[in-house]
């Protein structure tokens, strides 16, 4: 019972830095896992209950809004569908320790896009190239994210500011309903092949479900800057967490 209360609180402050800075969840809640011993598949799989809760939870706040890009939306979330189906497989059968370095380099090598002047604080029309370039990385990202979780997913949003030309509020909010999808679609399948642990995923949902709102509504009432702010503080948290292991 004190390792469920622990997990919702975890969820709890997990979802509060994703709902802030539009990811970043996964870095807290997967080795909380691991640390009161779930194998590490187990626990990428059984967090997917808590992506559900926190983009419930979000969403719930950003309904309110006008920061979801609803033409992006079903674009998005078909991507989601697929990369579901290709990640969810990958995690039964990869080398998840070799992709968790590759994505850590990756991610200090784009950090520094961040900080340049007005992305993520102002919307912007991307080229036909640039829009397809960043459709393609929004693909691969979600297929690891499916199967490896870990905060992996906040690479989504350097993607959608930096090549896509939203602001930090726009990627954060938009990804959420592609990423209820993406969560809902590699659940179904790891519940299907006996890898997850019902009673701490649904702790954790409900933490996070209560979290997700909290950090949204944080981010919402701070605006742009804090979140690109908080966002780039915890990428270089994430590119340094995933190369050193």
Avoid at 4 to 23: E, H, K, M, R, Y
Avoid at 177 to 191: D, E, H, N, Q
Wanted: charged share 10%.
């Amino acid at each position: 019972m004190s390792d469920l209360i622990w997990t919702f609180l975890v969820g709890v402050g997990a979802s509060i830095l994703s709902g802030i800075a539009g990811g970043g969840g996964g870095l807290i809640s997967a080795p909380f896992f691991i640390l009161i011993g779930l194998p590490p598949q187990v626990a990428v799989a059984t967090t997917k209950f808590g992506a559900l809760g926190l983009t419930l939870g979000s969403l719930a706040k950003f309904s309110a809004t006008e920061h979801v890009r609803k033409e992006h939306v079903l674009y998005l979330s078909i991507l989601s569908i697929v990369a579901a189906l290709i990640g969810s497989r990958l995690l039964l059968v990869s080398d998840d320790a070799l992709v968790e370095k590759l994505v850590g380099i990756m991610v200090l090598v784009a950090l520094p896009f961040i900080f340049m002047k007005d992305v993520g604080l102002t919307r912007s029309q991307p080229s036909y190239w640039k829009e397809t370039a960043g459709y393609s990385l929004y693909f691969v990202i979600l297929v690891l994210q499916a199967a490896f979780g870990a905060g992996i997913g906040m690479t989504l949003m350097i993607v959608m500011m930096g090549l896509l030309g939203f602001t930090a509020l726009e990627a954060n909010a938009t990804r959420r309903i592609p990423g209820f999808i993406l969560a809902a679609t590699a659940l179904l399948i790891y519940m299907f092949n006996d890898v997850v642990y019902y009673g701490h995923g649904l702790s954790m949902l409900g933490g996070m479900l209560v979290g997700g709102y909290i950090g949204t509504h944080i981010a919402v009432k701070k605006g742009n800057a804090f979140v690109k702010a908080v966002f780039a503080i915890t990428v270089a948290i994430l590119g340094v967490k995933l190369l050193i292991g």
